[in-house]
Nanobody, 126 residues
Framework: QVQLVESGGGLVQAGDSLRLSCAASERTLSNRGVGWFRQAPGKEREFVAATAWSTGTSSYADSVKGRFTISRDNAKNTVYLQMNSLKPEDTAVYYC???????????????????WGQGTQVTVSS
């Protein structure tokens, strides 16, 4: 398992942008797929985005497609979530996650990830 720490959340207005970062330590993200999930108040945790290791492929939830972009900088051992055109419905705690070693592909299932960050709060006002 790899230690993950999210940052970059905050309070913004509808239409604004934020970039979340997820830094890994102790172990690298090499050969691991990574993803972002979120949990809104009173809701279940849901899939947001995922990207594979060194293939350039990614997947997004329909609710964020066209607005959010997941990326990774393997040299910096960091994954990002660029969020544009934010809506109040995007308000949630956002979590980054990593798959086990050599699980390089994309997954939208929480159970396919074995490392999780502590979460960062994103609040979008009307």
């Amino acid at each position: 398992q790899v230690q993950l720490v999210e940052s970059g959340g905050g309070l913004v207005q509808a239409g604004d942008s934020l970039r979340l970062s997820c830094a890994a330590s102790e172990r690298t993200l090499s050969n691991r797929g990574v993803g972002w999930f979120r949990q809104a108040p009173g809701k279940e945790r849901e899939f947001v985005a995922a990207t594979a290791w060194s293939t350039g492929t990614s997947s997004y939830a329909d609710s964020v497609k066209g607005r959010f972009t997941i990326s990774r900088d393997n040299a910096k051992n960091t994954v990002y979530l660029q969020m544009n055109s934010l809506k109040p419905e995007d308000t949630a705690v956002y979590y980054c996650a990593a798959r086990g070693p050599y699980y390089r592909g994309i997954s939208s299932r929480q159970e396919n990830y074995d490392s999780w960050g502590q979460g960062t709060q994103v609040t979008v006002s009307s």
